[in-house]
T-cell receptor, first 115, second 115 residues
Framework: AQSVTQLGSHVSVSEGALVLLRCNYS??????LFWYVQYPNQGLQLLLK??????LVKGINGFEAEFKKSETSFHLTKPSAHMSDAAEYFC?????????????FGSGTRLQVQP | DTEVTQTPKHLVMGMTNKKSLKCEQH?????MYWYKQKAKKPPELMFV???????INESVPSRFSPECPNSSLLNLHLHALQPEDSALYLC??????????????FGPGTRLTVT
């Protein structure tokens, strides 16, 4: 069973528009949740994470995400897209109801920003 | 300093060659990871070391041999690879084996081509 699902392999927005990248997880116990960004030919950079506490998490570069247990979701948003936001975005989880302490990544969403 | 370095940046090797990838971090992290990333795919976990001991081996073929000589260094020895092993190899580290606050920091990767 897929632990984390990203809806939409490609998302295109205009510069200045709202960015919404979707991530849903499947776990009986809320996992730890992460969003990473990968620019071409580079490694991954952590944007933000949720473990416990406040469900609205703010990250770097103006991104934020909200953990919604009832919807098993952790969608990534940014109010106003910038050309430099064009990249691949990965949602990832650590499943806390298993002994496995390693990241499982979603399939990724490529964000395009149109001028 | 939150940097993970990887060398070489690019590597081309024949199927009979023996080569090694190197990863280094000086953040005092005690968990280190190797991931393999094929084009347009998410990273896939290969190995995890915790306190210099192999903690997770994701059933990786024996032509890949990891080594953790000390807490700052992680190597991946390559021998008799196949063309399908061509990929971006990412190293990551975290304070300890991934947990609630122990986000992973990624290196830029080594782009491996097997001819």
């Amino acid at each position: 069973a897929q632990s984390v699902t990203q809806l939409g392999s490609h998302v295109s927005v205009s510069e200045g528009a709202l960015v919404l990248l979707r991530c849903n997880y499947s776990s009986s116990v809320p996992p730890y949740l992460f969003w990473y960004v990968q620019y071409p030919n580079q490694g991954l950079q952590l944007l933000l994470k949720y473990t416990t506490g406040a469900t609205l998490v703010k990250g770097i570069n103006g991104f934020e995400a909200e953990f919604k247990k009832s919807e098993t979701s952790f969608h990534l948003t940014k109010p106003s897209a910038h050309m430099s936001d064009a990249a691949e975005y990965f949602c990832a989880v650590i499943l806390t109801d298993t002994g496995r302490r390693a990241l499982t990544f979603g399939s990724g969403t490529r964000l395009q920003v149109q001028p | 300093d939150t940097e993970v370095t990887q060398t070489p940046k690019h590597l081309v090797m024949g199927m009979t060659n023996k080569k090694s990838l190197k990863c280094e971090q000086h953040m005092g992290h005690r968990a280190m990871y190797w991931y393999k990333q094929k084009a347009k795919k998410p990273p896939e976990l290969m190995f995890v070391y915790s306190y210099e001991k192999l903690s997770i081996n994701e059933s990786v073929p024996s032509r890949f041999s990891p080594e953790c000589p000390n807490s700052s260094l992680l190597n991946l020895h390559l021998h008799a690879l196949q063309p399908e092993d061509s990929a971006l190899y990412l190293c990551a580290s975290s304070q300890q084996l991934a947990g609630s606050s122990y986000e992973q920091y990624f290196g830029p990767g080594t782009r491996l081509t097997v001819t």
